[in-house]
């Protein structure tokens, strides 16, 4: 009887052991197609990355070559020879070197009381329910769609008045004081999604207005302020308009947007120095961005969680 149960208990085992076996052959066999579908997707995407960045890619290959293999080569990204000097006309012909100085004045200082000036804002929409606050919402989403250039009569005209016309501190000033709604309603919104508790155990201390800012809402608000920071300094960085109407008589402030005009003659345009210039005044801007990425998409995702 014991070995007659013996062996049952081992064609039962052996039994489930194959039902085991059968129900994992069919998972296993199920995520080939899976993986098939996630390298497919992998190629789409590869495909669209190229796309995306070819004009960055084919800009960097004009750079090294001649105005005449430009235009010879099409879509060539390969130059015949690598013309260094092209970097070279930009930076002292063209004068890039004074314009990139010109650029990072004007862009950082600009940022700065860009941030500033929207966290403050951002701080009291977000935190504060005061009569008219919602009217104040309304306005600030109305002037979104308001034109840029329906403003620069009355900016030349404060401009002028204050005797800052033809100077950095006018291009700061005029570019630092528009209305940056986007970013106040960033801010707005992610300190809304802050507790109440800090805020009152602040005060409970004795803290004021300025200090419970400055000391916890600011700090906490790291990743809305690089998010802001980094839309600033790109708007800032390339800006044309309004550098353009500041430097009309005055070359020297030139900024690299606007100092690209120094490649385009009455008669011919160097294509090649341009392209020279373009890739110097881009570098900046993708350097800052690869180290500042992760508080890009931290802030963004806050502000649309908000």
């Given at each position: 009887m014991s070995t007659l149960a013996a062996r049952r208990g081992n064609d039962s085992?052996?039994?489930?052991?194959t039902r085991e076996s059968a129900d994992r052959r069919p998972k296993a066999m199920s995520h080939r197609p899976r993986r098939r579908g996630w390298w497919l997707v992998a190629l789409i995407l590869a495909a669209l990355a190229?796309?995306?960045?070819?004009?960055?890619?084919?800009?960097?290959?004009?750079?090294l070559k001649s105005s005449g293999e430009i235009f010879q080569g099409g879509l060539n990204l390969i130059p015949e020879a690598?013309?260094?000097?092209?970097?070279?006309?930009?930076?002292?012909?063209?004068?890039?070197?004074?314009?990139?100085?010109?650029t990072v004045i004007v862009t950082v200082v600009t940022t700065a009381i860009?941030?500033?000036?929207?966290?403050?804002?951002?701080?009291?929409?977000?935190?504060?329910?005061?009569?008219g606050s919602r009217l104040i919402i309304g306005i600030f989403v109305a002037t979104l769609f308001v034109p840029t250039g329906y403003t620069i009569i009355p900016i030349v005209k404060v401009s002028l008045e204050l005797g800052l016309l033809n100077s950095l501190a006018g291009m700061i000033l005029a570019l630092g004081g528009a209305s940056n709604v986007a970013a106040i309603l960033i801010y707005a919104g992610y300190f809304r999604r802050m507790p109440a508790d800090l805020e009152e155990a602040a005060i409970?201390?004795?803290?004021?207005?300025?200090?419970?800012?400055?000391?916890?809402?600011?700090?906490?608000?790291?990743?809305?302020?690089a998010t802001v920071g980094i839309l600033t300094f790109l708007a800032t960085w390339n800006a044309f308009f309004l550098p353009l109407v500041f430097s009309s008589t005055n070359p020297a402030l030139r900024t690299v947007s606007v100092g690209m005009q120094a490649f385009v003659?009455?008669?011919?345009?160097?294509?090649?120095?341009?392209?020279?210039?373009?890739?110097?005044?881009?570098?900046?801007?993708?350097?800052?961005?690869?180290?500042?990425?992760?508080?890009?998409?931290?802030?963004?995702?806050?502000?649309?969680?908000?």
């Open positions: 085992r052996t039994g489930d052991e190229f796309l995306w960045v070819f004009p960055f890619l084919w800009m960097v290959s004009a750079s690598l013309r260094w000097e092209n970097y070279g006309r930009a930076w002292t012909a063209g004068q890039f070197g004074q314009y990139l100085l010109n860009v941030v500033v000036r929207c966290a403050l804002a951002g701080y009291v929409v977000g935190r504060y329910r005061f009569p409970v201390d004795g803290a004021g207005f300025l200090r419970v800012f400055l000391r916890i809402m600011l700090p906490l608000s790291t990743p809305v302020t003659g009455e008669n011919s345009t160097d294509w090649a120095g341009m392209a020279a210039a373009g890739v110097i005044s881009i570098l900046p801007v993708v350097v800052l961005f690869v180290f500042m990425q992760k508080y890009f998409v931290e802030g963004i995702a806050g502000a649309v969680k908000a």
